[in-house]
């Protein structure tokens, strides 16, 4: 079998403790997480070749390797935010099929809770102010006002309401009861959501993930190490990435995110279609971010995602489509740069193992299909993965 033709499957996933974690560094989460996801697929660390991270020491990942106690010969530091984590699988899964790898291990780990309580850090208003964002940070251009702005974009263009984005929060929080990992499970409404304080209107408190502290890895290797692992293979089928831009005026349609190009090219690439997705794990660090996303993996059509995500269509009990079935970055975790969590997550279902959440195909099955995508920035960047078992 030629290198180029090799498959590539997941063989290790697994979170570190997440929640609340006032005494851990983030190297001890990135050091949990991967010993945890080794332990998972129960291959020993020798036979990883291949590393990937981002967002933690001067030299990433040089410093997480040597803290691991690896010596890879291939390497990935790509750092493109919250998609961060479906770009380095793409990338892993491409050199695992072309034969320059054959065990690559992705970890992240984060205190961005902890820091902020202990004075470490303060809240992310900005990425900064160099460069091309020197021309929108002086205005008060924040991070969340940038989200806050394409979401009204999307309700002025399509008559979005506000209340179909609070469902999104909704049904989130509906799919977190069901998750004992989850750090708030505790059900709201729609009233709830609306009722909440304003932070960058049209976005009140619960439009906006959770922070909290975390970690988690995965393990990717080629099928000759399949039948070494204790786990069932979820294989890599197809994956997609896109950039669209750093400043807001460089982005052409606020209503169309970098996911309509990155799930185009995963679905494409993976010879199926979103009818044929059994569940979706999609990046929401705001409500609007999930609804922009499945219209634009082509879940519905442009401009008809508020009435797509209305009606319960997301939940994990008798959704159509269930989406974000740990409770996502609104209500399970959020440690930062969220992207490794629904590949993790999206593992766990195809294999049955989410207790609880187990998503059921249409015949009751376990699912065979599944998409992760990840958004990064403001809507800059995206990465998709399409995963499936069998």
């Known amino acids: 079998m030629s290198h180029g033709s090799r498959r590539v499957a997941v063989v290790g996933a697994a979170l570190a403790d997440c929640g609340r974690l006032d005494d851990a560094t983030p190297y001890a989460l990135h050091a949990q997480a991967a010993r945890r996801a080794l332990a998972d697929a129960g291959l020993d660390r020798a036979r990883v070749d291949g590393f990937a991270s981002a967002g933690l020491g001067t030299l990433a990942p040089v410093e997480v390797a040597e803290y691991l106690g690896l010596r890879p010969t291939w390497v990935d530091s790509t750092s493109v935010g919250g998609a961060t984590w479906e770009v380095m699988a793409a990338h892993a899964a491409d050199a695992i099929a072309a034969g320059h790898a054959r065990a690559v291990l992705l970890v992240y780990g984060s205190t961005a809770r902890a820091d902020i309580k202990a004075g470490r850090r303060t809240g992310t208003l900005s990425f900064g102010a160099r460069g091309p964002l020197q021309f929108e940070a002086p205005y008060g251009h924040t991070l969340i006002a940038k989200y806050a702005m394409a979401a009204r974009r999307h309700m002025i263009e399509y008559g979005t309401t506000i209340e179909q984005l609070a469902e999104v929060a909704v049904q989130a929080r509906a799919n977190a009861a069901l998750n004992p990992e989850a750090l708030f499970r505790d059900p709201v409404t729609v009233d709830d959501v609306l009722s909440g304080p304003l932070i960058a209107d049209p976005f009140t408190r619960l439009h906006c993930c959770l922070r ?35 400043s807001m005026s460089e982005w052409p349609d606020f209503t169309l995110s970098p996911a309509a190009v990155s799930g185009r090219l995963a679905f494409g690439r993976a010879g199926v279609a979103p009818a044929e997705i059994d569940f979706a794990e999609v990046y929401d660090a705001f409500t609007y971010m999930t609804l922009v996303t499945l219209e634009d993996l082509g879940f519905c059509a442009k401009g008809e995602g508020g009435a797509f995500v209305a009606g319960g269509r997301l939940r994990v009990r008798g959704g159509e489509l269930p989406v974000n079935t740990d409770g996502g970055g609104l209500a399970a975790q959020h440690p930062g740069m969220r992207g490794l969590f629904l590949l993790v997550e999206a593992v766990r279902q195809l294999r049955g193992e989410a207790g609880e959440r187990q998503v059921r195909a249409r015949d009751g099955a376990l699912p065979r299909l599944g998409v992760a995508s990840g958004t990064g920035g403001w809507f800059c960047s995206s990465g998709t993965v399409v995963l499936g078992r069998g």
């Open 212 to 246: 909290s502290d975390g970690g988690a890895a995965v393990l990717l290797a080629a099928e000759e190490y399949v039948r070494d692992c204790r786990t069932a293979p979820v294989w890599v089928l197809g994956t997609g990435e896109h950039v669209s831009h750093a």
